[in-house]
């Protein structure tokens, strides 16, 4: 694997170094030692020796003496273009590391491995946000993180890192490419089975940034890699009132496909239904929300009005006839809605302007703001069985 470029930023100090080359941001020197020697303890204390070299900045080391038992390494300062040597004494003692950008075509275990061969392991995201602050320079590169994590988190503002509590982890599919990752250098080693997820519970799963699954696939991945399970929509309201933004068109528990509301709180509709679609499974391929909260199996995904707009499962259909729509709000445990059921989502707040089936062959749609006449609109006359809609389903609550 070619390594194109490469910034170093030390964490718990505020110098950073920049790299361009081959050098993997420490000393080729170091390196060497440490490739050498399959102690351990010796190459824990070569790395962190490696740490104090490249904090002389404009200083060049070569080792003098590196002392794995008393975890102190020797080391001689020469500054560039001198010829005199100062010779230094470091002891290892202050748990600081390296961040390392490389920037390679890479999926994440060939980008994990790269880390692993540098003695170090893939970047966690509040390491990342860390190295930021003391002065890394952050490029709009989505890279690869620990756990499958890549960067950027925040679909409304890219090329910026949030607080760690309030990301929504973005976890592609591991065998995706991505032009870089960050690399942790430090002297302990990665313990597995950490959890990296953000405070908020909520992951974001896509194949890649333009790529994402259908239905079934994606619930797979959330329950078999993540022990977790296709978000409920008010699990997403409840992280977004609470400052966390991720706001792409993305499945939801059953079968729901829904874009955001708006950008200051992403899931808002979740309380009204808007936007909200009960969807063909198998011909929409979108990113998904997986949550790791506890909630009750089967717990109700719907608005409390219970009235949701849906659309075939028959890809070849593009709408549905009365029999059709009715069977189609069976399948989901519900019936067509009722024009008084209709009116209840609409002063709930729940706005679809598309005519579709209700009740007893009538056709309706719902206005609340921006929009004319106001309210429910029902058609003055039953409708012929084989005309074709869409459906307002009403599904109660057990």
Not at 117 to 130: H, M, Q
Not at 243 to 272: H, P, Q, R
Not at 386 to 395: E, G, L, M, P, R
């Amino acid at each position: 694997m070619q390594l194109v470029h490469i910034c170093t930023v030390l964490v718990g100090l505020s110098l950073a170094v920049a790299v361009t080359g081959v050098t993997p941001g420490l000393k080729s020197k170091i390196f060497t030692l440490v490739s050498r020697s399959n102690d351990l303890v010796t190459n824990v204390t070569a790395i962190r020796c490696a740490q104090h070299c490249l904090r002389l900045g404009d200083y060049t080391c070569s080792y003098i003496t590196i002392n794995a038992k008393n975890r102190r390494c020797e080391f001689k300062k020469e500054k560039i273009g001198s010829r005199t040597g100062v010779n230094l004494e470091y002891k290892v003692t202050v748990w600081d590391g390296i961040v390392v950008k490389i920037s390679s075509d890479v999926n994440y275990d060939e980008a994990s491995t790269e880390c692993r061969r540098l003695k170090g392991f893939l970047a966690p995201y509040e390491i990342l946000v860390s190295a930021i602050k003391y002065g890394m320079n952050l490029t709009c590169d989505v890279c690869w993180l620990i756990s499958g994590e890549v960067t950027f988190s925040n679909d409304q503002t890219m090329c910026e890192l949030v607080s760690p509590d309030l990301r929504c982890n973005l976890y592609p599919d591991r065998a995706a490419l991505y032009s870089c990752f960050y690399c942790y250098i430090n002297s302990i080693i990665m313990p597995f089975g950490i959890d990296y997820h953000s405070d908020c519970r909520i992951l974001h799963i896509s194949y890649d940034s333009t790529q994402g699954y259908h239905y079934a696939d994606a619930e797979t991945r959330c329950r078999d890699e993540f022990n977790g399970h296709l978000a409920l929509p008010m699990e997403l309201y409840n992280v977004s009132v609470n400052g966390v933004k991720t706001c792409e068109t993305a499945w939801f528990s059953d079968n729901l496909k829904s874009k955001a509301e708006n950008a200051e709180i992403c899931w808002e509709n979740a309380i009204t239904g808007n936007k909200f679609r009960n969807v063909d499974p198998s011909i929409y391929y979108k990113p998904a929300y997986c949550s790791l909260l506890n909630v009750e199996p089967g717990a109700y995904p719907y608005p409390d009005h219970g009235v949701i707009y849906v659309t075939p499962t028959d890809s070849s259909r593009n709408v549905l006839n009365y029999t059709q729509a009715t069977e189609r709000c069976t399948e989901i445990g519900g019936s067509l809605a009722s024009p008084n059921q209709l009116e209840a989502a609409n002063l709930a707040g729940y706005s679809q302007l598309k005519r579709s089936w209700i009740r007893d062959k009538y056709i309706a749609y719902s206005c609340v703001h921006g929009c004319s006449p106001l309210g429910v609109t029902v058609s003055k006359g039953q409708k012929l069985e084989s005309n074709q809609y869409d459906a307002f389903c009403h599904i109660p609550k057990i």
